[in-house]
């Protein structure tokens, strides 16, 4: 039997990947002993942060004036550290709200800015929508614009970028959506996301940073939440957590030899449009988000009959379909469709819930 992973995080990772990580784990790029074994300074680690560097610089098609940050701290260490690295204490930053992260994100900005929502935002109950908004408050002198492209929660993804006036950077946490298509870094001053969803496993974050923010920093910050502290080491100011970067680095290598992001950004458009169609044909499962907002990566359904739920995910977790429980915030079902699930994965999952409505229907 096959099984095909769910989670929202830490997610799947391709099955090439593990293989590899299997076969190489004795002996890594013949160094006699595992790459968790050797310096961060030696000549083979520093050959895998180049030739990381330049499979993103390829993939994403970077500007030389955007520079790649690789962090310890996860993505909530850069809900601190995006305010204290580009806002003075007394700017204005505007955040978008539309779920869980946002919320979060807003929230530990306030200790160091003066963070606001662009419009007031609910806090007890999950979004099914991006709000209709314009960017009325931004004004010239607002430090920055944060969003979350997509709300891993609650199933809600951007499809466009949004159009913020007076050249306001736009910032944004793309940990659950990252690498899954092309992107026109060039709308951004700073994206950031944590591996453990589309680019890896814990414990290493990715950001993206257009080289003149980093001079707004104010002197004095700690040290290692200062982003200059990594723009300027490439990232080896300290130890980095080396084995999460070996790893991010065979997930690249591997998208690179799957066709890049164009081919990314089609397979999760066919994958999440089969699930959605399913669950819109049937009258058992629902998804209450709006059609043109839904998620190519985290898809959210709920069962008609939550009296269901638990057999639901006990009989699913016994065909080899894991970890489809939806978040407690929100209820119901969640399927990750991550750049490493295979069609094949939600062609098994559409199948189960025909069956189990057959079933229990
Ligand atoms: C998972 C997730 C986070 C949390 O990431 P950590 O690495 O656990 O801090 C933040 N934002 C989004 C959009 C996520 O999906």
Sequence with gaps: MSIYNFSP???????????????????????????????????????????????????????????????????????????????????????FVQGHWGKDAIGEAGKFCQAEPLMPYNKDRPYAEIPAHNFDRITPETAYFHFTPNETLEGIEWHHDPDVPHQVPVVADMTSNLLSRPLDITRYGYIYGSAQKNLGIAGITLGIVREDLLHRAPSGLPLMLDYRTYANSQSLHNTPPTFPWYVANLVLHWLQENGGLDAMAQRNQEKAEALYRFIDSSDFYTNPVR???????????????????????????????????????VGGMRASLYNAMPIEGVQALVNFMREFENRYG
């Design 291 to 329: 059609p043109e907002h839904r998620s190519r990566m985290n898809v959210t359904f709920w069962l008609a009959d939550e009296s269901l739920n638990e057999r639901f995910l006990e009989e699913s977790r016994a065909a080899g379909l894991l970890a489809l429980k939806g978040h407690r915030f």
């Design 9 to 95: 995080g830490p997610a799947m990772l391709p099955e090439a990947v593990k293989q590899r990580i299997a076969d190489e784990l004795p002996n890594w790029r013949g160094t006699g002993v595992s790459v968790m074994e050797v310096s961060h300074r030696g000549p083979e680690f520093r050959q895998l942060v180049d030739e990381t560097e330049a499979l993103l610089r390829d993939l994403l098609d970077l500007p030389d004036n955007y520079r790649i940050l690789f962090m310890p701290g996860g993505a909530r260490q850069q809900y601190s550290m995006v305010p204290m690295n580009f806002a003075r204490p007394d700017q204005q930053a505007i955040y």
